[in-house]
């Protein structure tokens, strides 16, 4: 493939890939040197590519690049700690300087601010969270705003409520957008968006917006359906799996509890496993979930048992397989989830196992995926009376709500249309003008839960589809006139680990099952 014809020096986009791949032989895939070069000439752009295809390898050439002319740094907006991680240390790879700003690490913002000041910083990554917070807008994106050289938005379908991770925060985006240099160029990244995401994410970031839109097929990724309706035949089919598929990998399960039973089934059978969720917490569990992001990592795991809390943006090239306990909530959520395997190109495994308790476990989370009226009227309670800001602490303590869930509340009624509060410093708010105005907008809500009702249905589908798997999710995905993969187990069933559960394996699973539940519950 030619390079593109920009060069800054010995910089070239090819030859900082390069350096970013280690690999001095590496070559663009489709599509990411026409990325780059829409960025570098200013444009804004949306690319919608497979997982692994390399969408962080576009902003931080692009990035690398743009300094090297002078530009600003770059302001990444990222969903989650882990990825945030993970980004970081992909940028300083690529020799550039990277930090991020969360509500975890309060004490290095002074350094950051300064090393922005002192423009030492390439890179900004910041939660989305933060576009809400009084403090950070006065302290960093007014010192960003006219010398941000490059605005990212990874994750983008998080910005629609169409989309399987909608997070209202993302909203706050477009307020970002006045304050920027028309030249300022905008990358929004994602592996999902169908074409009711697509316009979501151009009514956010305007008709301007060019799209790269590659195919979602990744041919080294084998899928498999199987309903293995009670738990004990799943453990037992997890364990037969472990032994069989060389190297290590991801299994998914829908609640905390049942990964803590899958990951003490895995250890008590010989493997090295443990549990990943939200709420891990070094001391009171023996990990962090940095720390069991590293072993994985390091290999020194077998399978990491995860809920859906490790997902977007995850990265270890080698994962070898991605299985599943559960269904996922949609066939959105599965691509995201199934797509951590195999992304350093090498064969891998999806394979898929529905169970008997899925439909109640996908009501479950319909019904309690949205705040509840009852808790938004108890959060704006505590603030009828009162005109000052209030700490979060306070406001979950006034309405009788937890601290994590009143935390969720106050972002979402700060990233609301009308919104009827805002963040007035860190860990604190307030009313904000619109606060007498703003009223719950039901139809909305109906909204949601029906779109969610119709991504249970479609997944349930695809778990019974009898053509091709990888042709399935693409077509749910928006990609058109897709064609049969001849990877998947329906295209061609040679290669696949063997599915026939042993009889001593079963009996073992359910004694182990039965066990486990009975120490739980005395320990109640």
Known sequence: MAKIPCNIGELTPLSCFRQAMNNPEAEFRDGQDVAIETL?????????????????????????????????????????????????????RLGLKAAFINSANKPEW??????????????????????????????????????????????????????HEFRPEYRRIREILP???????????????????????????????????????????RLMNLRLMSRESRLAWLASMLEQIPGSGLIYAQTTSECAMIAAWLKSSGFAAEAYHAKLQKGPDPYS???????????????????VALGMGFDK????????????????????????????????????????????????FIENSGPKDEEIYNILHVFEEVDEALPSDDIADLSGISKEKSGELLNYLAAAPGAPILASGPF??????????????KKYQKRLKAIREAEVLEMSR????????MAFMQRALGEENPAPCGKCYNCNPAGFPNMTLDGDLLAKAAIFRHKYYMNQKKNR
């Open 179 to 221: 304050n920027l240099p028309a030249s300022v160029p905008i990358l929004a990244t994602t592996a999902t968006a169908n074409k009711r995401v697509l316009l979501d994410i151009k009514e956010q970031l305007g008709d301007n917006l060019k799209v790269l839109r590659g195919s979602l097929v990744r041919k080294n990724l």
């Open 289 to 307: 979930k940095e720390e069991l992001e590293a072993l994985l990592q390091q290999n020194k795991l077998k399978a990491l048992v995860s809920t």
């Open 40 to 92: 570098l000439k200013g444009g804004r752009l949306l690319v919608i590519q497979a997982t692994g295809w390399g969408k962080s390898m576009v902003y931080f050439v692009s990035t690398k690049l743009r300094r090297a002319k002078g530009a600003g740094p770059t302001l990444l907006i990222s969903p989650l700690l882990a990825l945030m991680r993970n980004q970081q240390e992909a940028a300083e």
């Open 428 to 441: 604190t708010w307030q009313k904000s003008p619109t606060f007498d105005s703003f009223r719950l907008d």
């Open 110 to 163: 002074e350094a950051i601010f300064s090393a922005i000041k002192e423009n030492r910083l390439d890179v900004l990554i910041v939660a989305p969270e933060r576009l809400n917070n009084r403090l950070f807008k006065e302290n960093f994106l007014e010192l960003l705003n006219y010398n941000i050289g490059l605005l990212v938005i990874d994750e983008a379908h998080c910005i629609s409520d169409w989309g």
């Open 462 to 469: 695809y778990i019974r589809e009898k053509g091709c798997l």
């Open 317 to 364: 090239p080698d994962l070898a397989f991605v299985l599943h306990y559960q269904r996922p909530a949609s066939v959105v959520h599965y691509y995201q989830q199934v797509g951590r395997a195999g992304r350093g190109g090498q064969l891998s495994f999806g394979l898929l196992a529905e169970g008997e308790e899925d439909d109640d476990l996908a009501a479950f």
